[in-house]
């Protein structure tokens, strides 16, 4: 998927290329062809930047230094499995008894 992404971001690029070598970059078509050949390939970079992203080759790697969940919990275990929201410091909402 990395070089498809590649190759379709650099196809736009060689438009751009042609455009310019034609001499037609000033006329109103150039002009939006331009800016949608460029639009095109900034989707298609972008892409391989999440993946470069995504494999840990560039930029922040999505693994921290706690890379697996917390144990559960004794709040997250009164909800009969669900998880439960607590923000730090604040108080633990329970439910009310039914009577």
Do not use: H, Y
């Not at 196809?11 to 006329?27: C, D, R």
């Not at 949608?36 to 390939?41: A, G, K, N, Q, T």
């Not at 972008?46 to 992203?53: C, I, T």
Request: net charge positive; glycine share 12%.
């Amino acid at each position: 998927m990395l070089l498809i992404s590649i190759l379709l971001g650099l196809i736009p690029l060689a438009g751009i290329g042609w455009i310019f070598v034609s001499g037609t970059l000033t006329t109103v078509d150039g002009l939006f062809e331009s800016l949608i050949m460029l639009s095109l390939s900034g989707v298609f970079f972008l892409n391989v930047f999440w993946e470069l992203q995504d494999r840990g080759l560039f930029g922040k790697s999505k693994t921290g230094p706690s890379s697996k969940p917390p144990p559960p919990t004794r709040a997250n275990l009164e909800c009969g499995g669900l998880l439960a929201l607590r923000l730090e410091g604040a108080p633990l909402l329970r439910q009310p008894a039914l009577a």
